[in-house]
């Protein structure tokens, strides 16, 4: 082998020894992973949420509800396991099209393919995001097996079968008992033809069943059930049912479920749970403290891998929590908490310690966050502020007030620092426009942050760098491509 050839054997070795790690490699003993939704008005840059947050952390899976290219380009040969989303209102074109399957697959799958060189781990395609939610009633329903279908056909074609699975999360309110006992449940009569037709599909292509769980709601709507049992503490009264007892209220949604599934002839389907998390503000009882303990004794109950009383011995396949950041666009219908589901905050600053795979180390920081300048707008006292009011809920109707309600960080501020809050929320929201901290001449900018507490009056953001930083990925990307290629190409040469 001439000299020369030697030398760029060398060279692109060298680059395959430095590049990120291989997209089969597993990181982390205990099957957790994140949910990564991006429903802000100022999203961290993708690269800083894979690196700083979920490499960091030693994430070994995250779970998208899309399938954002910035977000999957971070992902590239970062070895973490993704799972991919399909929205809600794409369900009708892929179940009355095999081609718009075959598309969608395409330009979303087959892309990050380690032999196209994309090299993101995908290992879910999820049909929909709790798409028989009661409140939709029929708007998705009929198009989700025949969607689930047309896509897994093309996945099949593609010869990614065995690689990559078909899911469906589903919400809690899929099933129901007249009672609080998890044996009597059941699916929904109203989905009692869908579910079959699901089940028989997943049972067919090998998927497990995907179910979301919102304990916070539970607690809300239950009030039976003390905190302690939702937070797996072990001296909780205990729910018996039958022969069995439950001590939290994790083994008994899983029961619940388990029990619906049995009724129909599904008892033994694998279980991975799509959703589970608390949120930290906005409500009474959304406190940092006590996520914490709901999280910490979660990740404890998981890696005793103790199981249920259904199923001793047997936890769930994986367990996603939601979620990684706190997302300010997301919708408050079900409560002002929605906005607070992160584990970590907006930008990217841990709330707490759990375990997510880095051990008993406390969480890693994002780091490389740029704000914009350090400025907040305030109410300006100076004025009449007798009509202030309206101004209020105009910023609140459009920005995130959800930290104001009763019980949340912010509640107990009263006037006028409750006002300055919402005005600083739309300021922040409208990138610190001068014009969105006028609210006719009743707004001042300032550069004193009026923070009191753990009431934090937040700047945001800088989303201009996301954009520079894509490109500056992009040619990342790029440069490694290449270096796989001519590593490909030198071994072949050689051998
Ligand atoms: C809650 O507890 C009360 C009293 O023990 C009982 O009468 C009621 O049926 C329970 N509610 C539910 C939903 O189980
Ligand atoms: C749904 O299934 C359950 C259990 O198999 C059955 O009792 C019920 O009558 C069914 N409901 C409908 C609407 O088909
Ligand atoms: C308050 O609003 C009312 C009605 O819009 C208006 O007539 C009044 O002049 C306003 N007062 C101040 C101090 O701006
Ligand atoms: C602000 O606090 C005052 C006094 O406690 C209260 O009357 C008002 O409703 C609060 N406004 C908001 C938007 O929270």
Redesign the pocket.
């Known amino acids: 082998m001439p000299a020369n050839h030697r030398m760029q054997l060398l060279l692109s070795l060298l680059l395959l020894a430095i590049s990120p790690p291989s997209w089969w490699q597993r990181r982390g003993a205990l099957a957790v992973g994140v949910n990564w939704g991006t429903s802000s008005s100022h999203t961290l840059p993708p690269s800083v949420v894979v690196t700083e947050l979920l490499k960091a952390n030693g994430v070994a899976r995250v779970k998208l509800f899309d399938a954002d290219p910035s977000a999957l380009a971070s992902l590239v040969g970062s070895g973490i396991g993704v799972s991919i989303g399909v929205p809600n209102e794409m369900l009708r074109a892929l179940s009355s099209s095999k081609s718009a399957a075959a598309s969608w697959v395409h330009d979303n799958v087959m892309r990050y393919l380690p032999t196209a060189g994309g090299a993101v781990r995908i290992e879910f395609v999820a049909i929909g995001d709790e798409p028989f939610l009661l409140s939709y009633g029929q708007e998705f329903q009929p198009f989700v097996v025949g969607a689930a279908t047309n896509v897994q056909r093309s996945l099949a074609a593609m010869d990614l079968a065995n690689k990559i699975k078909v899911i469906v999360p589903c919400s809690s309110d899929i099933y129901q008992s007249e ?2 006992l998890p044996s009597k449940n059941h699916f929904r009569p109203d989905l009692n033809k869908t579910m079959i037709e699901l089940l028989s599909f997943l049972h067919e292509y090998g998927s497990p069943f995907v179910i979301n769980m919102n304990p916070f709601a539970s607690l809300q709507q ?3 059930l003390s905190l302690g049992h939702f937070l797996f503490q072990t001296n909780s009264h205990p729910l018996t049912d039958g022969a069995n007892k439950y001590k939290n209220y994790f083994d008994m949604s899983i029961d619940s479920l388990v029990s619906a599934l049995s009724k129909v002839g599904y008892g033994e389907m694998d279980i991975i749970v799509g959703k589970i998390g608390w949120p930290t503000d906005g409500a009474m009882n959304a406190t940092p403290a006590i996520a914490q303990r709901f999280m910490q004794g979660l990740m404890t109950h998981l890696q005793s891998k103790a199981g249920t009383p259904l199923r001793p011995k047997r936890p769930t396949r994986e367990t996603y929590a939601f979620s990684l950041l706190d997302e300010d666009r997301r919708s408050i219908k079900s409560g002002n908490y929605e906005r607070h589901w992160g584990i970590f905050t907006f930008d990217g600053q841990a709330k707490y310690t759990v375990d997510l795979g880095q051990g008993s180390k406390a969480l890693v920081n994002a780091h490389d966050v740029e704000y914009l300048a350090q400025k907040w707008c305030v109410v300006n006292n100076n004025k009449d502020t007798s009509n202030i009011s309206g101004s209020v809920s105009q910023a609140c109707s459009n920005a995130d007030c959800s930290a104001l309600s009763a019980g949340g960080s912010c509640s107990g501020i009263g006037w006028p620092g409750n006002a300055s809050y919402a005005f600083n929320s739309f300021f922040q929201l409208h990138d610190q426009s001068a014009d969105s901290c006028d609210f006719g001449g009743l707004g001042l900018i300032t550069t004193v942050d009026p923070s009191i507490d753990d009431c934090l009056y937040t700047v945001a953001v800088r989303t201009s760098h996301s954009i520079s930083t894509s490109i500056h990925r992009g040619v990342e990307w790029s440069l490694w491509i290449h270096g796989r290629t001519l590593v490909s190409f030198f071994l072949l040469v050689w051998l």
């Open positions: 009672s609080n239950n009030k039976n």
